[in-house]
């Protein structure tokens, strides 16, 4: 449980990391494994997908999958507050 846990905060910092870049950015979620992949080293690729959707549902980050079968992304404004949408993606 501790390993879990301090490598999904070494993940969900890379994924800050990501959209602190750039809090507008459309993006694959290819090139948020890679980003990931070159900050932690190996993860298994569901470790960030998972990683992300955990942070949205916290509130530290809020995205949409504009396209699912290319597996696209967007980054939108975090909104305090509000109920975020789980997306099964």
């Given at each position: 449980t501790e390993n879990l846990q301090?490598?999904?905060?070494?993940?969900?910092?890379?994924?800050?990391?990501f959209y602190e870049a750039d809090p507008n950015a459309e993006f694959l979620a290819d090139d948020l494994r890679d980003s990931v992949r070159e900050q932690c080293?190996?993860?298994?690729?569901a470790s960030a997908d998972r990683v992300l959707r955990d942070l949205r549902k916290k509130g530290e980050i809020n995205y949409e999958v504009t396209n699912r079968r290319q597996s696209l992304?967007?980054?939108?404004?975090?909104?305090?507050?509000?109920?975020?949408?789980?997306?099964?993606?």
């Amino acid at each position: 449980t501790e390993n879990l846990q301090r490598v999904s905060a070494r993940i969900g910092r890379a994924i800050l990391d990501f959209y602190e870049a750039d809090p507008n950015a459309e993006f694959l979620a290819d090139d948020l494994r890679d980003s990931v992949r070159e900050q932690c080293g190996r993860v298994a690729p569901a470790s960030a997908d998972r990683v992300l959707r955990d942070l949205r549902k916290k509130g530290e980050i809020n995205y949409e999958v504009t396209n699912r079968r290319q597996s696209l992304y967007q980054f939108l404004p975090v909104t305090k507050n509000a109920t975020h949408q789980l997306e099964l993606f």
